[in-house]
């Protein structure tokens, strides 16, 4: 019992998710500071943000339904902790279930519903175009973000997270072509992930120079703190998502090494993120959808398809 | 969200580097209508000329504008010096030139960055903030400042170049050509750049000339006017350049020619500096200037700067009168932003260059309803009012 305590609460759980997090901030913001050609900031700054925020007082605006205000950033914290328990980060996750990959992808659906809820909530001109943003924003990366996915679960014929960052490597060394669908899906997963966590090109909702904050507009002190935190947090469990499904967990390290191929996936991953949002500019939200509808989505289709063609091929 | 909805920006707002206030009426994310209220950053600068002498007018008129403050200084130089009937000599004609090149070199790179920034190009924006520098390095070296440089005198420029300085400049402008050249291939081929100014904010010819926008805007909008070329002041007159201009009316238009015009001012310097004819630097001059009047036009890196004087026998001018570009290209800001998304509202504010604290020259005071509180004071009030003497209540 206090072992499985400790686990969701200390390690692999919750305590070492905050961490993580300010880490992935942190290196984040260094890569994309160093790809610009700044110094970035110190490794404990994501860290002071945090405690600066916290310790701030929080104005509740004479517009705003008071209880929902209050309650929405722990939506999202709760949300976002509560669908990192089903990722593999040492040999196995905290739990696993059948079908954890459609309650991880569900909860991960909730920080985003909770923030354009938060920005009607705020009534003012910016968050509720923000809180619009978001909605919007949404529906043209979700199907894609869904759809890639269920790509590796196909080919595996299983819903279960760990299992198929389990049966993958070994599955892709028995039959190469099998690189194929998992690489255009790991593609559209990153570029959707990249929406999902509202950062270049798809940094719509919270656009500073158009709409200020966006659904943050007027949120501060501790709960604007909460929702950064939860943000950050969203990011290590949506790679976290990304390299259990696609590119195969913990493997080839087992016992206590494993977390150390954990990290270096993990790191990987953010530094292509990084990448992403060094080189591009903010787009506009119908851009947004045309590109989500025209491009992602087919593209997810096609690695559905190349799964069921080489499933009817009988390489399997 | 058929509604209309009012989006108040301003006058503090991250899309505004200086106050100003907009009022935009949507429907969804378009623009149906846009409302814009100038006023917030008066700051009394013609009436405090008329307080100084004109050396001190000089350095007073050079703080109107942070970034092209050469433009104003020469523009009030060359006023005073066609109302004393003074030649300039031929080496500070030359060498107002090149400061002048080389702060629109800065201005035209500051834009770019901040273009980058409004549509959330961050890396654009600080990698043309860095080059800034370079060119930022070149003007202290130059005149002895980065900002305002204090370069400028009546009857000459205040400062000689030397071959040192000389080496240093044509380095510098060797690496920013070839940086130049980079943004320009970066502002022309990378596709979510292109696809958030290509055909936003459009412009045509028509309105742009009725409007009477200025500068790049017009040139953008492919108005072929440029007070370099069609009333030659400094040296302009000897030195072969093109001007730049774009059919395209958006802003990307805008962007094509701010960048070509970066690398031609590159041109500019370096055939100044290689034809700098020697002899004085400054002309001798009087004290006080005889009465008379004055214009004196300028094309400054965001359009036609405007000056006029008018002395009176005295050390100290009876009127300054400065009209800024942004003045002239605000008219059209209202234009281009109509049936266009709130996506748009910064790069299309933006695209003009605004420099609005250089524009205002009035306060208007509104009222709770939002009417304009009019109240009508006399001369001799208004006169009491703006002595710097005597602080406002």
Redesign the interface.
């Known amino acids: 019992m206090v072992i499985e305590l400790a686990k969701i609460l200390v390690f692999p759980g919750l305590v070492f998710l905050f961490a993580y997090a300010m880490f992935a901030q942190w290196l984040d913001r260094k890569l994309y500071a160093r ?4 110094v970035g900031p110190r490794f404990i700054q994501p860290l002071a943000d945090i405690v600066k925020l916290f310790s701030k007082e929080t104005i509740i605006p004479k517009s705003v339904d008071p209880v929902l205000f209050r309650i929405l950033p722990y939506f999202a914290f709760a949300a976002v902790a509560t669908s990192f328990l089903f990722l593999p980060i040492m040999d196995s996750p905290i739990t696993s279930i059948d079908g954890d990959l459609v309650i991880v992808a569900y909860l991960l659906t909730i920080p985003t519903l909770v923030l354009s809820l938060s920005g009607w909530v705020s009534a003012t ?2 968050s ?2 923000g809180g ?1 943003r978001c909605l919007s924003q949404l529906f043209s990366y979700e199907v894609p973000y869904f759809l890639s996915l269920l790509t590796p679960a196909l080919m595996l014929g299983t819903w279960n997270i760990n299992e198929i960052s389990k049966g993958l490597p070994g599955m892709i060394v028995a039959h190469p072509i099998y690189i194929l669908p998992v690489a255009v899906a790991f593609m559209v997963g990153i570029i959707a992930l990249q929406g999902k966590l509202e950062r ?2 798809f ?2 909702a919270d ?6 904050a966006g659904p943050f507009t007027e949120y501060s002190g501790r709960l604007f703190g909460i929702f950064r935190l939860s943000l950050d947090m969203e990011m290590i469990v949506g790679v976290s998502l990304l390299v259990a499904v696609f590119l195969g967990g913990v493997y080839p390290f087992s016992g206590a090494l494993a977390i150390v191929s954990y990290l270096v996936k993990t790191i990987f991953v953010l530094f292509i993120l990084a990448y992403i949002k ?10 947004m959808i045309d590109f989500g509808w025209m491009v992602l989505a087919p593209l997810s289709l096609l690695g559905i398809l190349l799964v069921v063609l080489l499933h009817m091929g009988g390489i399997l | ?1 058929s509604e209309r ?4 920006i301003g006058p503090q ?3 505004l580097k200086e106050p100003t206030h907009f009022k935009f009426t949507l429907e969804g ?1 378009k623009i149906v209508d846009a409302d814009i209220r100038l006023g917030y950053n008066h700051r009394g600068i013609e009436k405090a000329c008329e307080e100084r002498t004109y050396l001190q007018d000089l350095y007073m008129v050079e703080r109107i504008c942070g970034i092209c403050s050469f433009v104003h200084s020469t523009n009030f130089a060359q006023a005073t010096e066609d109302i004393l009937k003074v030649e300039i000599p031929q080496r500070a004609k030359y060498l107002r030139v090149i400061v002048g090149e080389l702060e629109r070199i800065h201005s035209h790179l500051l834009w770019l960055g901040v273009a ?9 924006f ?2 043309s903030w ?1 080059d800034r520098e370079i060119v930022q390095d070149l003007l202290e070296i130059i005149t002895g400042n980065r900002v305002n440089y204090s370069f400028n005198t009546i009857g000459g420029v205040r400062k000689d170049l030397s071959k040192e300085e000389i080496d240093q400049t044509i380095k510098g402008l060797k690496v920013l050509e070839e940086q130049t050249k980079y943004f320009a291939d970066v502002a022309t081929k ?1 596709t ?2 292109i ?2 100014v290509a055909g936003v904010g459009y412009l045509p010819k028509e309105v742009a000339l009725s409007h009477c926008a200025v500068g790049p805007t017009a040139r953008g909008s492919g108005v072929d006017i440029d007070v370099r070329r069609d009333l030659p002041y400094a040296a302009y007159g000897e030195i072969p350049f093109n001007v730049i201009t774009s059919d395209r009316g958006d802003v990307l238009g805008r962007t094509i020619v701010r960048v070509g015009e970066t690398l031609e001012a590159i041109n500019i310097v370096r055939y100044a500096i290689e034809h700098l004819p020697s002899g004085p630097i400054t002309a001798k001059v009087p004290r006080k200037v005889q009465p008379g009047e004055a214009f004196s036009r300028y094309e400054a890196p965001r359009g036609e700067a405007v000056l006029y004087a008018r002395a009176n026998g005295t050390e100290k001018p009876d009127r300054i009168k400065v009209r800024a570009p942004t003045l002239a290209n605000l008219a059209s800001v209202r234009h281009t932003l109509l049936n266009q ?6 790069i299309i504010v933006a695209a003009i260059d605004p420099c609005l604290s250089c524009t205002d020259r009035t306060s208007v005071i509104l009222k709770q309803d939002g009417s304009p509180k009019t109240e009508e004071i006399d001369w001799a009030e208004l006169r009491k009012r703006s002595l710097i003497s005597k602080p406002l209540k």
């Open positions: 790809m610009q050609n700044r001109p910016y509720i175009i619009i270049k090109p940094d719509i656009a500073e120079t158009e709409i200020v060094t080189a591009v500019a903010r787009i506009k939200i119908n851009q | 969200m909805m009012i989006l108040p707002h991250p899309l994310e980058g920034h409004e549509i959330g190009f961050d890396t654009l600080m990698l860095r990378e979510t750049f696809g958030r998304t709130v996506a748009d509202i910064p």
